[in-house]
């Protein structure tokens, strides 16, 4: 009541029932199309644009270009929750040869994706060595916050075929082999272009040390996580009364410590999840732990998108057509082609082949790099990263998010088998 009148308008209100009314939207009107909800992450980011485009009174959202930490925060905390919700969904690790695919996708597509977008971000887009190998690592992972509908079922559900097998376990991990390219855009800033003076110390420091530790930790924290849930002590477990929000704590301490001894915490809280589910395996309180981390998920994802959507007609304004190209690329060509490539002479054959190739979405885990980036290094082509990222997620969203659930299903629906 700023005006002394008994309705006021506070801006923080009318933006709470803006969001509300954004995120119910968008996962409302997919359902007069499809039983599904394929277009809700690209709705979530249209609906934010055209709603803090016309409602008045509406707050700014923090522009990611000057003030990235918000960004950053949000980011971070959404992907250590979908990584470890992603490693619970995992079933069935009982034949290694399920892994080919992945280990493929993990060793030949993201490398090739990482020097085809620097390539094309240095010779189209003028961007400087640094900002394009940056650009390379931000956009080269799949993104396991809004793969959910190509992904395995929740845990005890089976639903593992191998092309959501393939996409789900990418997702799980090539977030955190990511970050060592997006150290190396760093050194490079830095630097300057001079492998002679950093490169064992990078080899050596961000890729064997920090992938070695932050596996090791997952490892560790995710079997004490386990003790402490299923087995100690044994005639009261903790599974059998506990919320969610106990095994959460333990995913945050686990993350907290690995990044505390200069690990990979993304591959860290992954290999949690992954621990975690093979201690009693057979436990009911895996489906009740994924279902609460889902739903925390689900909420800042949403939250998320509709800022993205807020600020993303400021971001677009620096948008070049070469930055667009760029984008359209890296959905149509790109990722398609290297995928094709690792997977060639892969068990996958056929459909199942070209579904794993296409669908690989960008998304929560670019915005978190690029403004991680960001608040270490001042790079000269900011805003064009930030412009061609967010197009980048718009159009992943939108292309992936109304095809990859259909595509998907239609592998089993014509006899493919549902292997648990």
């Given amino acids: 009541m700023n005006d002394g009148s008994f309705f006021g308008f506070e801006g923080y209100h009318i933006a709470l029932g803006a969001v509300g009314a954004t995120i119910i939207l968008a996962y409302w009107l997919p359902r007069f199309f499809s039983n599904r909800e394929p277009a809700a992450s ?58 080919g695919p992945t280990i493929r ?16 971000g240095y010779s189209w887009a003028g961007m400087t060595v640094a900002g394009a190998i940056l650009l390379g690592a931000v956009l080269a992972p799949t993104d396991p916050v809004l793969a959910g509908d190509v992904q395995v079922g929740p845990p005890l559900e089976g639903n593992e075929h191998p092309v959501r097998f393939a996409l789900t376990t990418e997702a799980a991990i090539n977030d955190g082999l990511a970050f ?69 704590a333990g995913v945050l301490l686990c993350y907290g410590t690995t990044e505390l001894v200069e690990g990979y915490g993304f591959i860290a809280v992954a290999v949690t999840g992954l621990t975690v589910r093979r201690v009693e395996a057979d436990h009911q309180f895996h489906r009740r732990l994924h279902d609460f981390t889902e739903a925390i998920e689900h909420a800042l994802t949403a939250v998320l998108l509709v800022a993205l959507g807020a600020v993303l007609p400021a971001l677009l304004s620096q948008l070049s057509l070469a930055s667009a190209a ?27 082949h070209w579904v794993v190739a296409a669908y690989g979405v960008r998304g929560i885990g670019s915005i978190y790099y690029l403004a991680y980036a ?11 990263l930030w412009a061609l990222v967010g197009f980048t997620i718009l159009l992943s969203t939108l292309v992936h998010g109304f095809t990859a659930g259909m595509a998907v299903g239609n592998l089993q629906a014509h006899g493919d088998p549902d292997q648990r």
């Fill in 42 to 99: 690209g709705l979530l980011i249209l609906i934010g644009m055209l709603a803090f485009a016309v409602v008045p009174g509406l707050p700014k959202i923090p522009d990611p270009r000057s003030n990235a930490l918000p960004w950053e925060l949000v980011a971070e905390l959404t992907v250590i929750v979908a990584l470890f919700a992603t490693g619970l969904r995992i079933d069935d690790l009982s034949s290694l040869s399920r892994w």
């Fill in 105 to 120: 996708l993990l060793a030949i597509t993201m490398p090739l994706t990482i020097f085809a977008i620097a390539l094309l």
């Fill in 180 to 248: 060592p390219f997006v150290y190396l855009g760093l050194l490079v800033a830095a630097e300057g272009f001079a492998p002679g003076t950093w490169g064992l110390e990078w080899i050596g420091r961000d890729i064997l040390w920090r992938i070695a530790v932050g596996a090791a930790m997952g490892a560790a924290g995710g079997w004490a996580l386990g003790q402490i849930l299923f087995v100690l002590p044994r005639r009261a477990p903790l599974a059998d009364t506990a919320s969610g929000v106990v095994a959460l």
């Fill in 326 to 352: 760029i984008a359209v690329a890296l959905v149509f060509l790109i990722r398609p082609l290297t995928g094709w490539i690792a997977l060639a002479g892969s068990p996958l054959k056929g459909r199942e």
């Fill in 374 to 384: 960001a608040g270490k290094v001042e790079f000269w082509d900011k805003e064009q």
